[in-house]
C-alpha cells in the first residue's frame, strides 16, 4: 500500500454522526434526507430541480431517455473522459460521436463541436475535465443555435464556477457524480439538477420504476399500498439514492465551500513545487477561485513517449506514492475500436495528451509536506529519464 494513496475522501465526525442517527432511527429508502440533499445541490447549482440517482452515470442515463434520444440520434461528446460519458449515449441506441479538444483546457473544442453537427445531431455531452469550466459558455451558445441540448458532465466540477455562473446552470441540464474520489462523496451516486419541470419528473418516474407519484408523494407512496406506488407509467430504473447515501450528501454539502478551499490549497501547493520542472505541464485555469479542483493531473512535454511516462509512473509507486494514468482516450478503448472501427490518429490532441498524463496524489486532508514529497519523487524520476536518454 502506497504511503500517500491517489485520493481519500474525507469524512468527518458530522457525517459519521448524521448516518449513526439515521441507522438508530430506521427510515432507510426514500424520506426527507433526500429531498434536502437535493435542495441543496440545486440551490448551489441555481437550478429549480434536484434529481438524486444511484450514479453519475445513471444520471446521464435517465437525461438522454428524458430527452427521448434514441436509434438514429447522434450525440457528440468527448474522446477524453472517463468512459461513462460515452457509454450512456449507447445505452439508449443512439451514437456517440467524437470531436477532439482543446490542448490547454482539456475540454471540447467549439470549433470541433461545430464541425461535427450534422441533422443527426441530438445533443452535446460536456465534461468538465478535471473540474474545469472553460469552454462551458461556448459549447451553451453552440446548442442553442442548433437547436440541441448542452448536457452539462459536471461529475468532477461541483462548486464550480465560470464568469460568475454556477457549474450545472449552462445546459438544458448537469450531471454531477459523489464516487469516493470527489469533491464530497456519497460512496456511489449522482444527481441531475435542471430548471426543466417535464425534464425533472419524468427523471423522477424513471430513476423509481417509471412510477407516477410526482416528487412531493413519493416518499409517503413508498411506505405504502397506494395507487401512485403501485402504478408504473413508462418503463423505469431501479436508479434510487438511498436515505443513507444522502445523508451522507447533506452533511458533506454542509462543508463544501471549506472543502473546495482546502484542494485549492493543495492545488497551490504543487504548482508552488512544480513550476521551476519544465518537463512538465501543469493545469491550466484561466480563473483558479472559479476551479473546482478535483484531481492534479501534470502532463510530460512532448519530448516524452508513452512508455516513458508509464516508467516514471510505476517508478513513483516503487517510492511509496501513488500515481496513475489518467485518463486513456475513449475512442481507443477494445470496445469502442472494435464496434466503431476507430483507429490512432483519429483525435490526435486527446491521443497526444492522454499518453502523457500523469495524476498525482489529491485529498483533501493532503498537507504540504506531502506535497512536496510527491514533487520531489517525481523530479528524481524525471531526472533517472533525461539521463537514460543520453547516448
Not at 460512496?187 to 419528473?201: F, K, P, S
Given at each position: 500500500?502506497?504511503?500517500?494513496?491517489?485520493?481519500?475522501?474525507?469524512i468527518?465526525?458530522?457525517?459519521?454522526?448524521s448516518?449513526?442517527e439515521?441507522?438508530r432511527?430506521g427510515?432507510?429508502?426514500i424520506g426527507?434526507?433526500?429531498?434536502n440533499?437535493?435542495?441543496?445541490?440545486a440551490?448551489?447549482?441555481?437550478?429549480?430541480?434536484g434529481i438524486?440517482?444511484?450514479?453519475?452515470?445513471?444520471?446521464?442515463?435517465?437525461?438522454?431517455?428524458?430527452?427521448?434520444?434514441?436509434?438514429?440520434?447522434?450525440?457528440?461528446?468527448?474522446?477524453?473522459?472517463?468512459?461513462?460519458s460515452?457509454?450512456?449515449?449507447?445505452y439508449?441506441?443512439?451514437?456517440?460521436?467524437?470531436a477532439?479538444?482543446?490542448?490547454?483546457?482539456?475540454?471540447?473544442?467549439p470549433?470541433?463541436?461545430e464541425?461535427?453537427?450534422?441533422?443527426k445531431?441530438?445533443?452535446?455531452?460536456a465534461?468538465e475535465?478535471?473540474?474545469?469550466t472553460?469552454?462551458i459558455?461556448?459549447?451553451?451558445?453552440i446548442?442553442r443555435?442548433?437547436?440541441?441540448s448542452?448536457?452539462?458532465?459536471?461529475?468532477?466540477?461541483?462548486?464550480g464556477?465560470h464568469?460568475?455562473?454556477?457549474?450545472?446552470?449552462?445546459?438544458?441540464?448537469?450531471?454531477?457524480?459523489f464516487?469516493?474520489n470527489?469533491?464530497?462523496?456519497?460512496g456511489?451516486g449522482?444527481?441531475?439538477?435542471?430548471?426543466?419541470?417535464?425534464?425533472a419528473?419524468?427523471c423522477?418516474?424513471?430513476r423509481?420504476?417509471?412510477?407516477?407519484?410526482n416528487?412531493?408523494?413519493?416518499?409517503?407512496?413508498s411506505n405504502?399500498t397506494?395507487?401512485?406506488?403501485?402504478?408504473?407509467e413508462?418503463?423505469?430504473?431501479?436508479?434510487?439514492?438511498?436515505?443513507?447515501?444522502?445523508?451522507?450528501?447533506n452533511s458533506?454539502?454542509?462543508?463544501?465551500?471549506?472543502i473546495?478551499?482546502?484542494?485549492?490549497?493543495?492545488?497551490?501547493?504543487y504548482?508552488?513545487k512544480?513550476l521551476?520542472?519544465?518537463?512538465?505541464?501543469?493545469?491550466?485555469?484561466?480563473?483558479?477561485?472559479d476551479m473546482s479542483w478535483?484531481?492534479?493531473?501534470?502532463?510530460?512535454?512532448?519530448?516524452?513517449?508513452q512508455?516513458?511516462?508509464?516508467?516514471?509512473?510505476?517508478g513513483?509507486?516503487?517510492h511509496?506514492?501513488a500515481a496513475?494514468?489518467?485518463?486513456?482516450?475513449i475512442?481507443?478503448?477494445?470496445?469502442?475500436r472494435?464496434?466503431?472501427?476507430?483507429?490512432?490518429?483519429?483525435?490526435?490532441?486527446?491521443?497526444?495528451?492522454?499518453q502523457?498524463?500523469?495524476?498525482?496524489?489529491?485529498?483533501n486532508?493532503?498537507d504540504?509536506?506531502?506535497v512536496?514529497?510527491v514533487?520531489?519523487?517525481?523530479?528524481?524520476?524525471?531526472?533517472?529519464?533525461?539521463?537514460?536518454?543520453?547516448?
Amino acid at each position: 500500500m502506497s504511503v500517500i494513496p491517489l485520493s481519500q475522501p474525507d469524512i468527518s465526525q458530522a457525517e459519521i454522526q448524521s448516518v449513526l442517527e439515521l441507522l438508530r432511527h430506521g427510515g432507510l429508502a426514500i424520506g426527507p434526507h433526500q429531498a434536502n440533499f437535493e435542495k441543496a445541490v440545486a440551490d448551489r447549482s441555481k437550478c429549480s430541480h434536484g434529481i438524486a440517482v444511484a450514479s453519475g452515470t445513471a444520471g446521464l442515463h435517465l437525461v438522454l431517455k428524458a430527452l427521448d434520444i434514441g436509434p438514429g440520434d447522434e450525440v457528440i461528446t468527448t474522446p477524453l473522459s472517463f468512459i461513462a460519458s460515452a457509454n450512456c449515449i449507447l445505452y439508449v441506441g443512439a451514437k456517440p460521436v467524437f470531436a477532439d479538444i482543446d490542448p490547454r483546457s482539456l475540454n471540447l473544442a467549439p470549433a470541433q463541436v461545430e464541425a461535427a453537427i450534422t441533422e443527426k445531431t441530438r445533443a452535446i455531452i460536456a465534461v468538465e475535465l478535471f473540474g474545469n469550466t472553460t469552454h462551458i459558455d461556448h459549447l451553451s451558445q453552440i446548442a442553442r443555435q442548433h437547436e440541441i441540448s448542452l448536457i452539462e458532465d459536471c461529475a468532477e466540477a461541483i462548486g464550480g464556477r465560470h464568469k460568475g455562473q454556477p457549474v450545472g446552470s449552462f445546459g438544458r441540464c448537469g450531471v454531477f457524480s459523489f464516487y469516493t474520489n470527489k469533491q464530497i462523496t456519497t460512496g456511489e451516486g449522482g444527481m441531475i439538477v435542471t430548471d426543466d419541470d417535464r425534464l425533472a419528473q419524468l427523471c423522477r418516474s424513471m430513476r423509481n420504476q417509471g412510477r407516477t407519484c410526482n416528487h412531493e408523494e413519493e416518499a409517503d407512496a413508498s411506505n405504502s399500498t397506494t395507487h401512485a406506488w403501485l402504478a408504473h407509467e413508462r418503463l423505469g430504473y431501479n436508479y434510487r439514492l438511498p436515505e443513507l447515501a444522502c445523508v451522507l450528501g447533506n452533511s458533506q454539502m454542509q462543508r463544501l465551500d471549506a472543502i473546495l478551499d482546502v484542494r485549492r490549497r493543495v492545488a497551490g501547493f504543487y504548482v508552488h513545487k512544480l513550476l521551476d520542472c519544465h518537463d512538465l505541464i501543469l493545469p491550466n485555469v484561466d480563473s483558479p477561485n472559479d476551479m473546482s479542483w478535483f484531481t492534479f493531473v501534470v502532463r510530460l512535454s512532448d519530448q516524452y513517449a508513452q512508455s516513458e511516462r508509464d516508467r516514471i509512473i510505476t517508478g513513483m509507486r516503487r517510492h511509496d506514492i501513488a500515481a496513475a494514468n489518467y485518463f486513456p482516450c475513449i475512442h481507443l478503448q477494445p470496445f469502442y475500436r472494435k464496434q466503431f472501427g476507430f483507429n490512432k490518429g483519429d483525435f490526435p490532441v486527446a491521443e497526444s495528451m492522454a499518453q502523457r498524463f500523469i495524476a498525482l496524489p489529491f485529498f483533501n486532508r493532503m498537507d504540504e509536506t506531502q506535497v512536496e514529497l510527491v514533487a520531489h519523487t517525481l523530479k528524481i524520476m524525471l531526472q533517472r529519464e533525461q539521463l537514460l536518454k543520453r547516448p
